[in-house]
């Protein structure tokens, strides 16, 4: 058995597509690392826009409770005015309806 060594020379067109080939490779691990690169900075936009319209929506939420709580708070006080003016106004019909009241929550809390 002979043994030779010999090394295949490609030829010039196979040289050429072999370069063509390593230039495109070349080229789409590029683009691959634009997109990537494009990709995180989309993302750490969308996040931040996400940020912004959530403390947006939660400053919103915060100030109608402040404005819901302020408007309770007023409209409690009216009807405490209110119900003060009618004890004024009749204490014996006052007095005679907490003692009714008063009766019904001992029977209700007296049952067992």
């Given at each position: 058995m002979a043994t030779a060594t010999q090394t295949a020379k490609p030829s010039n067109g196979m040289d050429k597509s072999v370069k063509e080939l390593e230039?495109?490779?070349a080229a789409l691990k590029?683009?691959?690392?634009?997109?990537?690169a494009t990709l995180g900075k989309l993302g750490r936009e969308?996040?931040?826009?996400?940020?912004?319209?959530?403390?947006?929506?939660?400053?919103?939420a915060k100030e109608s409770a402040?404005?819901?709580a302020h408007a309770a708070?007023?409209?409690?006080?009216?009807?405490?005015?209110?119900?003060?003016?009618q004890v004024?106004?009749?204490?014996?019909?006052?007095v005679g309806i907490?003692?009714?009241?008063?009766?019904?929550?001992?029977l209700l809390f007296a049952r067992k």
């Open positions: 230039a495109q490779i590029s683009d691959v690392s634009e997109l990537t969308a996040g931040t826009e996400a940020r912004a319209r959530a403390s947006k929506a939660a400053n919103t402040y404005s819901t708070g007023a409209q409690a006080r009216e009807y405490y005015g209110q119900a003060e003016a004024r106004e009749n204490p014996a019909a006052a907490a003692a009714g009241v008063g009766f019904l929550a001992g």
